[in-house]
């Protein structure tokens, strides 16, 4: 089954009770046993909803994994995954990670004992000179938001298997259309669904595959244990988003050709990151690993108040948080996303104040290049 077929037809893709061709919204908390532990799969639906669990056999399905978990936001799928550790454990992570990511290991699971080290994960040997007796993991994030670093995810997993470490993706940016991390030896992938998975703005979601029988139970008790999950509606949602991820990507990407063409030739634009040039470093490893670049490209334009100015006269671009949908968003990541590192770490990563972030939509090209064009000038 190829990948456009298997967004359409992958796990359970119609309701077997009705013949739906769209599986029901189960919107149910608890179901009819005929005796005590005699239900029909389904006893609560913190501990599984049929939605639900349409949902992640389809993303086990389209990132070729053994199981797959369904999470109430993105954060919500990270902080399971690293629930899977004990107080006492290290793990590695890529430096120029999400900001909430940053956050939630520095400033909470430290709390709790679990220690993490930020490394250039592009660079493999920075990778090695971190492993310790009490390493556990490494997190990639590939490509990395927002400087668009690319790491070699089949060359890091060797290394972890080389060490007894697990392998872990972040594939928010590149999807499960583009890139399958599973495929190239990781151990378990995540996704913020809130992107371009879902691909609409409406929903909140995460979503975790994992490639080890082991793996899928312990996520299973933690998933069950802490009640992250997600509801009935948004889980349909997500189902109906992954139909036309297929589409929506291919038209993004060529939106993003064309876009990064333009800033490239463009006097103001002090540099601009996408892993889609041949000048980027990682481009190689990119196109080794992935069918496609992506929608999101970096700019720097060399000031705050360069980019505050953009962000006034822009029209089609809307300024917002998030990425993926099917409307083009900018932002400024040292004042957004990643507002949560501390400005002298964003120093050290290249961050500026001067970074400009699109997530580029599936509006006319022609218009989206002609705003960028009059906010520049």
Known sequence: MRRKTQLIHG?????????????????????????????????????????????EELIKDIESGKAGFAFGSGMAAITAVFMLFNSGDHVILTDDVYGGTFRV?????????????????????????????????????TPTNPLLKITDIAAAARLAKE???????????????????????????????????????????????????????????????????????????????????????????????????????????????????????????????ARGFGGMVSFDVGSAETADQILAKIKYFTLAESLGAVESLISVPARMTHASIPAERRAELGIGDGLVRISVGLEDVQDLIEDLTQALE
């Open 11 to 55: 796990g359970i893709s119609e309701d077997p009770a009705t013949g739906a061709v769209s599986f029901p919204i189960y919107q149910v908390s608890t179901y009819k046993q005929e005796g005590v532990g005699g239900h029909k799969g389904f006893e609560y639906s913190r501990t599984g909803n049929p939605t639900r669990h349409a949902l």
């Open 105 to 141: 290991m520095t400033k909470v699971l430290n709390r709790v004992g679990i220690a993490s080290t930020f490394v250039d994960t592009s660079n493999l040997e920075n990778i090695k000179n971190e492993i310790r007796p009490n390493t556990r993991a490494i997190y990639i994030e």
């Open 163 to 289: 060490h007894n470490l697990l392998t872990i993706v972040d594939n928010t940016f590149s999807t499960p259309y583009w890139q399958n991390p599973i495929e190239l030896g990781a151990d378990m992938v995540l996704h913020s669904a809130t992107k371009y998975i879902g691909g609409h703005s409406d929903v909140v979601a995460g979503l975790v595959v994992v490639n080890d029988d082991k793996l899928a139970q312990d996520l299973h008790f933690v998933q069950n244990s802490t009640g992250g999950i997600l509801g009935p509606q948004d889980s349909w949602l997500l189902i109906r988003g992954i139909k036309t991820l297929g589409v929506r990507m291919e038209e993004t990407e060529a939106n993003t050709m064309a876009i990064v063409e333009f800033l490239q030739g463009h006097p103001k634009v002090k540099k601009v990151f996408y892993p889609g040039l041949v000048t980027h470093s990682g481009h190689e490893i990119a196109k080794k690993q």
